[in-house]
Structures are given as C-alpha cells and as structure tokens.
C-alpha cells in the first residue's frame, strides 16, 4: 500500500500537527497586527489611555482634597485604595498591548525611538504597580509624572489614524497626476497632428 492509501501515518501526523500550528499562529500574527494597526486598534488604545489619564488626575484630586481636610481620610483611603486597583489593571492592559506590539511587529517595533520610550515607560509603571507598596509606594507616585507620558500616546495615536487615512487619499493624487500627465502627453500629440495635417 502507498501513502496515499495511509494519508496520515505516524510520522506524517507529526509534520501535519507543526504545519497546522505554525499556520495558525502566522494567521494570529497577522491578525493581530492588522488589529493593532487598525482605525478600531488605535480607538481602543485611545479609550484605554484617556480613561487612565482619568484616573490618574482623579487620583492627584482626591489626594489634595485629602490633605485639605474636605475629605475624610476613611473615605479618602477607600477611594485611593479602589484608583491603584484601577492603576494597576491598566499597566496590566499597557503591559498586554506591549507585549502583543513586539509579537506582531517583532523587533521592528522598537525602530521607532517613540515605541523605545512608550515601552519603557509601560514597563516602569508596571513594574512600580507591581512591586511598590507601603512607603516606597510614596516614592512610587513619581511614576505618575511617567504615565502623564500617555497624553503623548493620545497624540500618536491620532496622529497615526490620520496617517492611516491619508494614505488612500496620496495614492489617489498619484494616480490622478500621472493621469494628467498622460492626458497632457495625448493632448500635445493630437495638436502636433493638427497641425500637420493643416
């Protein structure tokens, strides 16, 4: 009997399962940086950073109406306490979009000095929610000077959106310039043969 009686024997499983897996994580790949580079990837990233600017000003308010006295300091705990819960699920979400970013684009990424310093600011935040706690998490709110770094990710962002739809719109000027040349070019032709023919 040949193989193709016995389409998958043993050792043809193998090289069919590894197949199959590398296609499907290509396809994730792929997928995945279409998304991250899609109007819908930008909007979501945009979402997540202004809502964390949010929390962040939010924060710097209720500790100023905590140190005035208008807040209870109870109260003025709980809320501190529920806003670096919040902190840190969004370093979380940052930390997931990094990591997603460098598997989709892989080192290329980091081509862009803007990606270099939004990474390391990602990874600082996520890093001082993670591991300071107590009197070190005082010395931790410097990194909210960092996460302020997020307004300019809301300018890339938008920046990028823009790019995105620029991008149909210069390849049509393209087309319709060469057109126009081509139209100019046929023009002068006919006139060079009116005028021979007169």
């Known amino acids: 009997m040949t193989n193709e009686q016995h389409p998958l024997l043993p050792s043809d499983r193998l090289a069919h399962t590894h197949h199959f897996t590398a296609n499907t994580a290509a396809s994730a790949r792929r997928q995945t940086k279409r998304y991250l580079t899609s109007k819908t990837g930008h909007y979501s990233v945009l979402a997540l950073v202004s809502v964390d600017i949010s929390a962040i000003f939010a924060d710097l308010i209720l500790q100023l109406l905590t140190c005035e006295g208008r807040i209870p300091l109870k109260d003025g705990d709980k809320a501190q306490e529920v806003l670096g819960i919040l902190s840190l699920v969004f370093s979380c979400l940052f930390m997931l979009e990094l990591l997603a970013s460098m598997w989709a684009f892989g080192l290329a990424y980091f081509n862009s000095k803007f990606h270099c310093l939004d990474a390391a600011v990602i990874l600082a935040g996520f890093v001082l929610d993670v591991l300071l706690k107590g009197i070190l998490e005082e010395i ?59």
């Not at 393209?174 to 009116?194: G, R």
Request: glycine share 6%.
């Open 140 to 198: 931790g709110s410097i990194v909210v000077v960092l996460r302020l770094w997020r307004v300019f990710k809301i300018i890339e962002e938008l920046s990028a959106g823009a790019e995105e739809q620029m991008e149909p719109l210069q390849e049509h000027l393209e087309d319709l310039e060469k057109e126009n040349h081509e139209l100019k070019e046929q023009l002068a032709h006919l006139k060079m043969q009116q005028g021979a023919t007169v």
